[in-house]
């Protein structure tokens, strides 16, 4: 079974700051993703990657920007946070023919 | 929510009976995953589908991209089934799922 694994699980920021969000996937998928999940929006698409050194823009990037420093680690960076960036955020991982991704536990981000 | 539709919103069921999930596309899908997103939050692989059908234990699921739907049947619910179902449409370059709103199903004694 692939493993992914998000930290932190929980954070709490304040509006301003710099929040990093890490995921890490034992898979050796060369695709990574960062979803967020809303009341009322489902999980949405934030930012991809297709291998180190790719980011891509997903279907809501605006306020976000991302790493892929190696096969196995993916973040999510908000360089200046705000309380709509409140959320729970999913990092996921699958193969590069778009077979099944997999998901971590997710991280709850609040900004104060 | 509005490129991939479920239905119903919600659903009540008691133990040993039967539903069907559904699910509509207005893109191009071509490929479907279903997840059953338990209390805690975690989001359970349940199904990967290419178009055609597929069956776990008491769980089945369909996958029919000419008429751009799926459908994920439940049969003999039990407790443990209750969560929130997500089903996400693919599309070809691996360029991340789209969800729809979920269906939140409560099974009951």
């Known amino acids: 079974e692939a493993a992914v694994t998000q930290s932190p699980r929980n954070k709490v920021a304040v509006t301003g700051g710099k929040v990093t969000l890490s995921c890490n996937q034992t898979?050796?998928?060369?695709?990574m993703y960062w979803y967020r999940q809303d009341t009322g929006h489902g999980l949405r698409l934030i930012h991809y990657s297709y291998g180190a050194g790719s980011t891509e823009k997903g279907d809501i990037p605006d306020g976000y920007k991302a790493s892929r420093p190696s096969q196995e680690n993916f973040s999510l960076i908000l360089e200046l946070a705000t309380p709509s960036q409140t959320s729970v955020y999913f990092c996921a991982s699958g193969d590069r023919l778009g077979n099944t991704q997999y998901f971590g536990p997710g991280t709850r981000l609040l900004v104060l | 929510g509005d490129k991939v539709k479920q239905s119903p919103s919600a659903l009540s069921l008691q133990e040993g009976t039967n539903s069907a999930l559904r699910c509509n596309f207005s893109?191009?899908?071509?490929?479907v995953q279903w997840f059953l997103q338990n209390p805690r939050g975690s989001l359970i692989n349940l199904f990967y589908l290419v178009p055609g059908t597929k069956e776990n234990g008491r769980l089945k699921s369909a996958f029919d991209s000419k008429e751009s739907y799926s459908t994920l049947h439940i049969r003999d619910a039990q407790l443990e089934d209750s969560g929130t179902y997500f089903c996400?449409?693919?599309?070809?370059?691996?360029?991340?799922?789209?969800f729809g709103l979920g269906t939140r199903v409560s099974v009951f004694p």
């Open positions: 893109i191009a899908a071509t490929t």
């Open positions: 996400a449409a693919g599309g070809n370059y691996a360029q991340g799922l789209t």
């Open positions: 898979n050796n998928h060369n695709n």
